[in-house]
């Protein structure tokens, strides 16, 4: 079925320290899956992507790791920064582009 | 960088009237989304549009709601008798293609239902 959660709703870290965001997904056919940042009165935007086959997937300060045994993956932010305050989700594309958004972790840096 | 935008940014309507969101997708997109989130909860779809016709679209899109592409270049969301329920941000989305392109979201808008 349709279904992408999120461990944790809240994770606080330190400035500079590195936050691992994770996601759970439900069905083992799943093939692609995005990471959204959602600013407080803004609209998600996207962060970075993964496809099923691959494990890992670098971006700027940011990796996804996916484990497809486990049907977990797992957002990493290096050296976070206040501006990376927001919420995350994770999301999964069904049927015909829809996307299917976890309940979402807010991420919150302190100086 | 092309963006997606929406207006208005905040709507306040009675219930039961009629309410037209707006949203100016990004040029070369051929596919366009609505999505709404209730306060703190979890972005919802509601409809995609392709090709001048709804593809798909979810529970939460009865027959209360309608789309429309009236030319080129905007999106409407139209719900015909507002309720109180209907009260939440309003997201339009598009992308370039299928299967698996980035969406992108515009900056959405609040509808409060009082």
């Known amino acids: 079925g349709e279904s992408v959660g999120l461990h944790l709703p809240t994770l606080s870290v330190q400035e500079g320290d590195n936050s691992i965001i994770n996601c759970a997904y439900s069905n083992s056919a799943s093939d692609y899956f995005i990471w959204y940042k959602q600013e407080s009165g803004k609209g998600p935007q996207f962060i970075i992507d993964?496809?099923?086959?691959?494990d890992k997937r670098q971006g700027q300060r940011v990796t996804v790791l996916l484990n497809k045994t486990v049907k977990h993956l797992s957002l990493q932010i290096a050296a976070t920064q206040p501006g990376d305050s927001a919420v995350y989700f994770c999301?999964?594309?069904?049927?015909?582009?829809?996307?299917?958004f976890g309940t979402g972790t807010r991420l919150l840096v302190s100086p | 960088e092309p963006e997606v935008t929406q207006t208005p940014s905040h709507q306040v309507t009675q219930m039961g009237q009629e309410v037209i969101l707006r949203c100016v997708p990004i040029s070369n997109h051929l596919y366009f989304y609505w999505y709404r989130q209730i306060l703190g909860q979890k972005v919802e779809f509601l409809v995609s549009f392709y090709n001048n016709e709804i593809s798909e679209k979810s529970e939460i899109f009865d027959d209360q709601f309608s789309v429309e592409r009236p030319d080129g270049s905007n999106f409407t969301l139209k719900i015909r008798s507002t309720k109180l329920e209907d009260s939440a941000m309003y997201f339009c989305a598009s992308s370039l293609g299928r299967p698996n392109t980035e969406a992108f979201f515009g900056q959405g808008t609040r509808l409060t239902v009082v």
């Open positions: 993964i496809r099923s086959n691959m």
């Open positions: 999301a999964e594309p069904t049927g015909f582009q829809k996307l299917v």
